[in-house]
């Protein structure tokens, strides 16, 4: 018996309902975020159920806000995530180019492709892709380099004063720090509305003074650092009920208040905290003129203890001797705090060099973005310098196709189609950065291929123009760690999608059945 067209189509959607219903879903996602892809890119409007608002061009703060309860959505979501916090930039391009193998490899599931000779082949294109990445990267000496700057105004959209803020900031915290893949440069920015854009040489930490009567600065003190609260040591309800633990008690309150006092015999003037303070304590120090900050960030805690010098210490710590105690101490210049805007500055450290800079704007909601914006620079900057630049705008992501289609010759069956997916993710950044600026995608693509068998190196568009312009030269870089990370997102997330062949509804809370693991 034969079947009609329709019934054909019926029992294919039947089959790939799951991966049908995940693709539409990674589609969406993308679409979310295209736009804003590119110099010519729009802003997109968030706007919560409060009537909150929020004006943002990032991809990443976009995928973040958005209200997302499809599985596979939030699968993407969470790369691009992944993607932020491991390099800071490049989650719209991830997102895209996810969606770009996912739509493709769709098309060819459908045919009969199976989907492991699909995935086969994307891992062979995205690792040769890598491979060919890093031949194309090339080295930044130091902050000074004029691709420094260029990298940071790409990233910084255009801003000249954000982009030479990153770079001062970079330049004043050194080479040894930035390089240093445990230290997040974008940490060291901090935003305040009615604040002018700056780059001070020391830390700048949103935090007051815990009481207005503490000293509003002090000068040339040492500085001490406990990583825990600044409290007696405390006994259980039940010990306390006992006269042995009452004792208990009144001992540690006895050895807590000889601790504020070898404190204040000692000099000590200003007491950082990365726990809270006791009632008595604040009150002693207060009197005594101690400036103390409690329940720092962790990331401003680390850069008080590398700026100043200091090794934290516990409580208990402060029943050691006082020479003990002293060396433990770090030190700095002056410690004030700006009572307009609400934020300590620390200047004169004896540790490493530090430096914050301060964003500044009329509103709160051009203040997140401009932040925003520095963050990216920030990133793209310390991306940069730890791993090299490519042509951005698309670039290089395009001059891999022809090593693509060399190795699409050379791959024999099914895996082919998988590169066939990859060529295809490799032209979208360009073509949306494209039609983002308002030009023909399809003849644009085609004037750069065309150059690039003509001349060879980089080719993209200038934005404004419409030419065909080598972009290194014109200063449109990315930096290869992105490029990098991006990749491997986008085939991550397609991997995991087209895998899946059915959805299941869990039971509430998804807990485990007795048979699972067998």
């Not at 969470?78 to 916090?85: D, P």
């Amino acid at each position: 018996m034969s079947t009609t067209p329709l019934q054909d189509k019926a029992d294919v959607d039947e089959r790939l309902s799951a991966l049908l219903t995940n693709a539409a879903a990674v589609r969406a996602v993308a679409g979310a975020v295209e736009n804003t892809l590119g110099p010519k890119g729009l802003d997109t409007m968030l706007v919560d159920r409060n009537g909150g608002i929020v004006v943002t061009n990032a991809g990443v703060t976009i995928l973040d806000r958005m209200e997302v309860s499809h599985p596979a959505a939030r699968m993407v979501i969470n790369i691009a995530r992944t993607q932020h916090e491991q390099i800071g930039d490049g989650t719209t391009t991830a997102t895209i180019m996810a969606g770009a193998l996912v739509n493709e490899g769709l098309g060819y599931v459908i045919k009969g492709v199976p989907v492991s000779r699909l995935i086969e082949g994307m891992e062979q294109g995205i690792g040769q892709c890598l491979s060919m990445l890093e031949k194309l990267a090339v080295k930044i000496s130091d902050v000074d380099d004029p691709n420094a700057y260029k990298v940071a105004l790409v990233a910084g959209r255009g801003c000249h004063d954000i982009a030479a803020g990153v770079c001062e900031l970079a330049r004043l915290i050194g080479p040894e720090k930035v390089s240093d893949r445990t230290f997040r440069l974008s940490d060291r920015l901090i935003a305040e509305v009615g604040a002018p854009l700056e780059v001070y040489p020391g830390l700048i930490i949103k935090k007051r003074r815990i009481n207005e009567q503490m000293p509003r600065k002090v000068e040339n003190t040492r500085v001490l650092v406990l990583d825990d609260s600044l409290a007696p040591e405390e006994l259980s309800e039940a010990a306390l009920r006992t006269e042995a633990g009452f004792a208990q008690y009144l001992h540690y309150q006895e050895l807590f208040r000889e601790s504020l006092e070898k404190i204040v015999a000692m000099g000590i003037r200003c007491i950082v905290l990365e726990g809270g303070i006791d009632e008595y304590a604040e009150e002693c120090l207060t009197r005594e003129g101690v400036m103390v900050l409690s329940r720092l960030y962790s990331s401003d805690f680390r850069s008080v203890v590398d700026f100043t010098g200091a090794r934290p210490m516990k409580r208990t710590g402060l029943g050691r001797r006082e020479e003990a105690i002293l060396a433990g101490c770090g030190f700095a210049g002056e410690v004030v705090e700006d009572v307009k805007l609400g934020h300590v500055r620390i200047a004169g450290g004896k540790g490493r060099n530090m430096a914050t800079m301060c964003i500044g704007a009329s509103t709160e909601e051009v203040v997140g973005e401009k932040e925003r914006i520095a963050s990216d620079a920030a990133c793209s900057l310390q991306a940069a310098l730890c791993g090299g630049i490519v042509p951005g705008g698309g670039s290089a992501e395009f001059s891999l196709i022809s090593s693509m289609k060399e190795l699409r010759r050379q791959v024999h069956g099914m895996t082919a189609y998988g590169i066939d997916c990859v060529i295809e993710a490799l032209k979208r950044p360009m073509a949306q950065i494209i039609t983002n600026a308002g030009f023909n995608p399809l003849e644009k693509l085609e004037d750069v291929a065309r150059a690039l068998e003509e001349s060879g190196g980089d080719r993209g568009i200038d934005c404004d123009t419409g030419e065909v312009c080598p972009l290194l030269e014109r200063g449109v870089i990315d930096p290869l760690l992105v490029k990098k990370h991006a990749l491997q997102a986008a085939m991550e997330v397609a991997s995991a999608i087209l895998r899946i062949n059915t959805i299941i509804k869990m039971k509430d809370g998804g807990h485990r059945t007795p048979q699972e693991g067998y």
